[in-house]
């Protein structure tokens, strides 16, 4: 159409109200329809397809491989982590097992020393009574307290 344009070739309606060109004298008929370019452009179309198709999958298989590779290193350095953690975990509770005796028998001296000094209010208690049932001046005369 648009060789037409530039051409000035000699155009009519027809009854379906689309343009008719007429080919100049000496022009070659041999011209392709618009279907005829769309089958051959289909035929290239799938040849090249099936090219870039092949060689896409070969891509991706080639990726494919790269991946699992490095999956299965991924797997071996998640499994030698999981065997640190098992390690440290073990580490660990001894660490707490025997900071809890220690917790335990600091508990039990506290306890000890907490009754020692309560003992030892309670006697001083039982002085100061003793010393105030006195009265004043005996304690005055004895010299004591």
């Known amino acids: 159409m648009l060789r037409a344009l530039r051409g000035r070739w000699q155009k009519t309606i027809g009854n379906d109200k689309r343009p008719r060109i007429r080919l100049p004298e000496g022009w070659s008929n041999d011209v392709q329809t618009t279907v005829e370019r769309r089958e051959r452009k289909a035929r290239n179309g799938t040849t090249f397809e099936r090219t870039v198709d092949q060689a896409l999958v070969t891509a991706l298989e080639s990726h494919i491989k790269t991946l699992q590779g490095e999956n299965e290193a991924l797997r071996e350095q998640f499994a030698a982590a999981e065997a640190r953690a098992g390690k440290q975990a073990t580490e660990f509770a001894a660490r707490d097992a025997e900071r ?5 028998a600091e ?9 020692a000094f309560s003992d030892l209010a309670q006697r ?4 100061a009574a003793e010393r105030d049932r006195r ?3 005996r304690r005055l005369m004895t010299g004591t307290g």
């Open 100 to 104: 809890l005796a220690m917790l335990t």
């Open 107 to 115: 508990q039990a001296k506290t306890a000890q020393a907490i009754a």
């Open 124 to 127: 001083l208690d039982a002085l």
């Open 135 to 137: 009265p004043w001046w």
